[in-house]
């Protein structure tokens, strides 16, 4: 049976679409048939970030008005066989998500895909609602920092009141704590929250810690996720928490800050 | 608002609730030295009598054609705002009414008051709490509700509201969360968003909270904020509680 994943986090900038480009393709590795969807119409990135900007003929909301078949829109991914994007469109607003439209994508997903990861934008409108609607599992994307805290808890609190799983009565969405950008350093000094923190105000299971990374930046700007640098720790961040969604027991890894060598020291006070 | 938010389609609520308020007993309103020995009295406690709204018995007084007006402007210049007058010759009483004071049935016996109204009109301060305007501590009887009990922890933006019962929460409350009863408040987990007690008057609501961080503590309207919790209660065990117009907070167990 399929399952719908939510990206979210209520603020805007905290990783969400960095975040759904390198879950997707952490699971694809994994040899599930995964399909990311971009439900920030308007403000398309998430072409971009998995580097398939190009390629774009047809997007979601084509799809939505019946002008394209979903065939026609979804864009496989060069790397890996099991990966397909749905971008959405530039030039549309959030308004051109119509819940049956959506309903209707997300069902034809669902006969083809094993997972479905819906990138939300911002805010907690139109288009993070229909992006959260029909989903299974939410994984909830928080900085370590408390104005992202408080938003986290605000979109699991519209998670709890307005998912299709709320309205219909069924089992509530699965919640996970995704916490991203993540500086053990700063923690340490107390210039940001720790994860003990973020997790006792939230409340929810922790999927991963993703580690602040030059390797992210470099991952979006040459369209490639993160997910993909084997040297990055980054990248293995988010291959362990893929592990932990599927049931893994998997330790948590950079909480703590790097120990530095002296000579790592002086080359990096000299660099 | 989402969740268990009551919806108000009024843009008001019209509903009655009881104050006590200061009652001067005029005895000789002649007397040269009437102001300052009044004055003398409310320097003792200045913040107390700020704009307190006060009934003028005028029970003593058998002179109808004393100035009542210029009494008034007196108590006004007192910092105090007379609301209604009580007792005293159906003369006074009109001479009141056209001043835009309203006449309350003087409450004579000891036992339960017959309390007045605080006119709103009368009152300028009487959106927030004036420290005088501590409402009784016998409400009128209304039927209880029943216990809302709340296992989820409440996010931020959601708002919950039991309706003439308690409320029980046994999840955290998160900052931007806000707990409304008419009754008792229980939080056993942390609370970090506000919790409003008795808020249709019940002085005697009280809110327990297994870990207190929250933004706003209220009972029957009275309120403390964040800011002014003591350092040594936060993240303790309190109850909260009104003692007569006070907010306390004490730690349990």
Known sequence: ?271 | MTGAAQPRALPFQLRGNTYTMMVLKLIDPGHPEFDDMLRTKIMQAPNFFRYAPIVIDLEEIADTEFDFNGLRARLYDLALVPVGVQGGAPEMQMVALRAGLTVIPAARTPQPMNVARAKPEAAPAAAEPTPAAAPVPAPEPEPRGATLIVTEPVRSGRQIYAPRGDLIVMAPVSQGAELVADGNIHVYSTLRGRALAGVAGDTQARIFVQSLDAELVSVAGFYRISEDIEPALRRKPVQVWLDGNVIRMDPLG
Request: charged share 30%; with cysteine; hydrophobic share 40%.
């Open chain 1, 1 to 271: 049976m399929a399952k719908i994943i939510v990206m979210t986090s209520g603020k805007g900038g905290v990783g969400k679409t960095t975040s759904s480009a390198a879950f997707s393709t952490g699971l694809a590795l994994r040899g599930f048939r995964t399909c990311v969807v971009d439900f920030d119409v308007g403000l398309r990135n998430l072409d971009l970030i998995m580097g398939c900007e190009r390629r774009v003929v047809f997007d979601f909301i084509n799809v939505i008005n019946g002008e394209a078949k979903l065939n026609q829109a979804l864009i496989k991914d060069k790397r890996l066989e099991n990966l397909f994007i749905l971008p959405t469109s530039q030039t549309r607003d959030k308004d051109a998500l119509t819940k049956e439209g959506v309903e209707r994508v997300m069902e034809e997903l669902k006969a083809d895909f094993d997972y479905i990861l819906c990138d939300s934008p911002a805010g907690i409108e139109r288009g993070a609602l229909m992006a959260l609607y029909f989903a299974d599992h939410a994984i909830v994307v928080t900085n370590p920092e408390v104005s992202s805290v408080r938003d986290s808890d605000r979109i699991l609190g519209v998670l709890q009141a307005k998912s299709r799983r709320a309205e219909l009565g069924l089992d509530p969405v699965q919640e996970h704590l995704l916490l991203t950008r993540y500086d053990a350093e700063r923690v340490e000094r107390g210039d940001m929250l720790n994860v003990k923190d973020v997790q006792e105000i939230l409340s929810i299971p922790l999927l991963g810690v993703i580690p602040e990374s030059p390797a992210v930046l470099k991952a979006s700007n040459v369209g490639q996720p993160v997910t993909l640098d084997d040297k990055s720790n980054a990248g293995q961040a988010y291959r362990d928490a893929v592990g932990r969604f599927l049931g893994e027991d998997i330790e948590h890894k950079f909480l703590k800050p790097e120990k530095k060598g002296l000579l790592d020291r002086i080359l990096r006070r000299s660099a």
